[in-house]
């Protein structure tokens, strides 16, 4: 099936530790984002890609950078984690930018220590 | 930018009656509008969406409304079953912001 899968599930890093987090999709979806959700609130953009496109959030901290080495696959890195980076991060792709239905991965359960 | 509010924060109803959940939008220019549902450890999947040249979408026990004059929408779920239980986010797009804008989500509990 047509979907987008997100690696690993469960990922538990330490503070200041570099991580990356895998988004792929199998949908040929242009533009692909990466959100953080925070434990009961809505989930956060952080970035896009259409295309090969960057879109950053304006409050989008510099710590958090993106890579998209093809329309499949796009990484989100962390270059220094923090007790506050701590969340759920879920990518999600769509074929055009807002108009058209966003299909979201299961996330990264992302834990800092 | 676009701002979405959505009422109520908690929700809790008995098997077999409706729910609705309701949200309000600020960009005029907004045209899309679609519902996710969350459960617990997963990401959201969408439910049901609707675009601003229809006023109103349903889909066997859910439904969407639409007024763009008083700038809101809502979801409606009728003989509500324990598995309708999860988190519901509204969210918008289209306007001076073409990515999606969330609403801050209703945990509903069916209770059997």
């Known amino acids: 099936d047509a979907m987008v899968i997100q690696n690993p599930r469960y990922q538990v890093t330490q503070f200041g530790k570099p991580v990356t987090l895998s988004c792929s999709q199998t949908?040929?979806?242009?533009?692909m984002y990466w959100y953080q959700q925070k434990s009961s609130q809505a989930p956060k953009l952080l970035f896009h890609?259409?295309?090969?496109?960057?879109?950053n959030e304006a409050d989008t901290p510099d710590n958090f950078q993106s890579r998209r080495p093809n329309t499949s696959f796009c990484f989100l890195d962390i270059r220094s984690p923090g007790l506050g980076d701590a969340a759920m991060y879920l990518c999600?792709?769509?074929?055009?930018?807002?108009?058209?239905?966003?299909?979201f991965g299961q996330g990264t359960r992302l834990t800092v220590v | 930018g676009e701002n979405v509010e959505q009422h109520p924060s908690t929700l809790s109803v008995q098997e077999g009656d409706s729910a609705v959940i309701k949200c309000t939008y600020s960009d005029s220019a907004s045209n899309y509008f679609p519902w996710y549902k969350q459960e617990l450890g997963k990401g959201p999947q969408l439910i049901i969406d609707?675009?601003?040249?229809?006023g109103e979408k349903k889909d066997q026990r859910i439904a969407v409304t639409l007024n763009k004059t008083a700038k809101h929408f809502s979801l409606h779920i009728t003989e509500t079953q324990p598995e309708d239980s999860a988190v519901y986010f509204c969210a918008a797009s289209g306007g001076s912001a073409r990515q999606l804008t969330f609403g801050s989500g209703t945990q509903l509990t069916v209770l059997p």
């Open positions: 890609y259409y295309d090969k496109d960057f879109n």
């Open positions: 949908l040929n979806h242009n533009v």
């Open positions: 609707i675009r601003s040249n229809v």
């Open positions: 999600a792709t769509s074929g055009t930018p807002g108009y058209t239905e966003a299909f």
